[in-house]
């Protein structure tokens, strides 16, 4: 049973938006801290951004700070990422992941994932 379905991914042009979204059908959405991973070919999957269910403190890796927002709606137990001023760099497969500590950049501390969602950015 997939417990994660990412949407909104595409192809856009540098400098362009997107708005990913995750849809959770975990038991207890609003206990999870909810995060978003990436993965460009023949590279590690990365940290992006995450959202705690503690207290709604939002993280983000160095590289998209001011450019992405992660936001959760736990009434519709949906979690969301806005991606503004798109660069080609940012051109991954991107995995919405769920997770019970409060924060956490490692996968591994992750409990549950999505398929994943390509985002394409040319130049």
């Known amino acids: 049973v997939q417990r994660l379905v990412e949407s909104g991914g595409g192809s856009v042009q540098a400098g362009g938006s997107l708005r990913l979204s995750c849809a959770s059908s975990?038991?207890?959405?609003?206990?999870?801290?909810m995060g978003w991973f990436r993965q460009a070919p023949g590279k590690e999957r990365e940290f992006v951004a995450a959202?705690?269910?503690?207290?709604?403190?939002?993280y983000y890796t160095d590289s998209v700070k001011g450019r992405f927002a992660i936001s959760r709606d736990d009434a519709k137990d949906t979690v969301y990422l806005e991606m503004n001023s798109l660069k080609p760099e940012d051109t991954a497969v991107y995995y919405c992941?769920?997770?019970?500590?409060?924060?956490?950049?490692?996968?591994?501390?992750?409990?549950?994932w999505g398929p994943g969602t390509q985002v394409t950015v040319s130049s």
């Open positions: 975990l038991h207890t959405f609003s206990s999870y801290t």
């Open positions: 992941t769920a997770g019970l500590y409060s924060y956490s950049e490692q996968p591994h501390q992750y409990n549950y």
């Open positions: 959202i705690s269910w503690k207290d709604g403190t939002t």
